[in-house]
């Protein structure tokens, strides 16, 4: 490979190769754990970054928004024992995931790099956490989901929405890529390597919601996606 691949952020090897150019960013795919990254030369300031940020209009109030989160909230919610304790990371400008599980009975915690930065709650365990629209933003993902995984309860789950890659003939056109924030990309096969490494039982739920299950078994196993369609 070129000495000038830069690693993975996710599995850090260096066996990325280039998928896509366009006028703004160049797109890289791990060989290894399949993630799509862009190098972090293209990666906003702090400052440009949270300017985009601020402009989402998100509330508890909008019962479209709520719908939304509905995808994961769904699913995450059956599977929770009464009053379990659950935090909320990437919580945003306007919390509403975290107000829609303590309306549930669910005692929640928030964390947000620029809105709820309060690092003591990254300090102790939670029975849940999720993670809705949050994952394809951060820069270390490795890093931070491992920190979200060590803090998670065995027996415990970790819900995350985001949307998975296409292929490479429909990358070229995703709306994902247009949002500069974005800077790493998940395929199915990402979180099935993820699970791998932390032997985690993994459900894929619709085409954008994935949880994952902290077990003390050795090998993880995959369950197909739920129906939660309606008539």
């Not at 070229?172 to 699970?195: G, I, K, M, N, S």
Request: glycine fraction near 4%; proline fraction near 8%; include cysteine.
């Amino acid at each position: 490979m070129n000495g000038n691949t830069p690693p993975c952020p996710l599995c850090t090897s260096e066996t990325a190769i280039t998928i896509h150019s366009d006028k703004d960013r160049e797109y890289l795919q791990c060989q290894t754990c399949q993630l799509l990254f862009v190098p972090t030369k293209y990666f906003l300031s702090l400052e440009q970054e949270k300017a985009r940020y601020d402009t989402h209009q998100n509330s508890p109030n909008d019962p479209r928004y709520r719908a939304f989160l509905n995808r994961l909230f769904i699913p995450l919610e059956k599977r929770l024992a009464p009053a379990s304790r659950g935090l909320d990371f990437g919580s945003g400008p306007g919390p509403t995931l975290s107000v829609m599980f303590e309306e549930a009975g669910h005692p929640m915690a928030i964390y947000d790099h620029f809105y709820a930065p309060t690092t003591e709650v990254l300090g102790t365990e939670y029975d849940f956490i999720t993670a809705t629209e949050v994952i394809e933003h951060l820069h270390h993902p490795r890093q931070e989901l491992d920190r979200l995984w060590t803090i998670l309860k065995p027996g415990g789950v970790l819900g995350i929405m985001t949307q998975l890659a296409p292929n490479h003939d429909a990358f070229a056109q995703w709306y994902y890529t247009r949002d500069p924030t974005h800077v790493c990309f998940f395929r199915r096969a990402t979180f099935e390597w993820l699970a791998v490494q932390w032997e985690a039982a993994l459900t894929f739920e619709l085409n954008d919601v994935m949880v994952l299950e902290k077990k003390s078994a050795v090998c993880p196993f995959i369950r197909e996606p739920v129906d939660q369609s309606t008539d």
